[in-house]
């Protein structure tokens, strides 16, 4: 089945450690993005990428990096100058950056701190 | 620039009653799109529905159904007939269509609680 695969789902990051959360999708879709989910709160976007190689910063991108080699992968670190990490990370991915295309998400990874 | 206010933090009903959760948007272009998204306990957003700034009509789909009022700014999502399956997060979002790239924003959502 086509989807949105994201790993680990759960991460414990300690203090002054880089972190990475794996992003994979089989639906060939142009364009992926990463939120972020706090208790109460909507999601807010961190990057996003339209096509290979090209990624864009989001709203909240301070303390995060992204990467975007092959099409079906997008994967997030969580960098040390993030300095408060603990939130619900989502991914997700849809045909293209375009402003009427739903957003497919993966099931979250739950990043805490140790 | 583009808001969400979804003002119902948090909603409690009893089975079988039929419940609206609000959405009200904020923005300066005459193209956009509006989104309904579920997040269930599992945490994955499923997407349940999107209307163009142009589609006024009201849309219903079994027991869900939407109206979208230009005139309010708002588009709230009726569930008729609760059912204890329906407890979830609930988030509305917009994207503008001025540029023809945009990303979504979305509301703090609305969580509902339907119990037995």
């Known amino acids: 089945d086509g989807g949105i695969t994201q790993s680990p789902k759960y991460l414990f990051r300690k203090e002054g450690q880089n972190v990475t959360l794996s992003c994979e999708q089989n639906?060939?879709?142009?364009?992926m993005y990463w939120y972020r989910q706090d208790p109460g709160q909507g999601l807010r976007l961190i990057y996003y990428?339209?096509?290979?190689?090209?990624?864009q910063k989001g709203d909240i991108a301070e303390g995060y990096s992204v990467s975007r080699e092959k099409k079906e992968s997008f994967p997030l670190t969580v960098t040390s100058a993030q300095k408060n990490p603990t939130a619900f990370y989502l991914c997700?991915?849809?045909?293209?950056?375009?402003?009427?295309?739903?957003?497919?998400f993966g099931d979250g990874t739950r990043l805490s701190i140790l | 620039a583009q808001k969400v206010t979804q003002a119902q933090t948090e909603i409690s009903v009893v089975e079988k009653e039929d419940v609206t959760l609000d959405c009200v948007y904020e923005?300066?272009?005459?193209?956009?799109?509006l989104f309904w998204y579920k997040q269930p306990p599992s945490g994955e957003l499923v997407f349940l529905i999107r209307?163009?700034?142009?589609?006024?009509q009201n849309e219903i789909s079994g027991r869900y159904s939407w109206n979208f009022q230009k005139s309010t700014s708002s588009f709230n999502f009726t569930i008729t007939a609760s059912q204890v399956v329906d407890s979830a997060v609930y988030f509305c979002?917009?994207?503008?269509?001025?540029?023809?790239?945009?990303?979504?924003?979305f509301g703090k959502g609305t969580m509902l609680l339907v119990s037995p």
């Open positions: 997700a991915s849809s045909p293209e950056q375009a402003s009427n295309q739903p957003q497919h």
């Open positions: 639906l060939n879709h142009d364009a």
């Open positions: 990428s339209q096509i290979v190689n090209d990624f």
């Open positions: 209307r163009n700034s142009f589609d006024e």
């Open positions: 979002a917009l994207s503008e269509g001025y540029s023809g790239y945009s990303t979504l924003t």
């Open positions: 923005t300066r272009d005459t193209t956009y799109y």
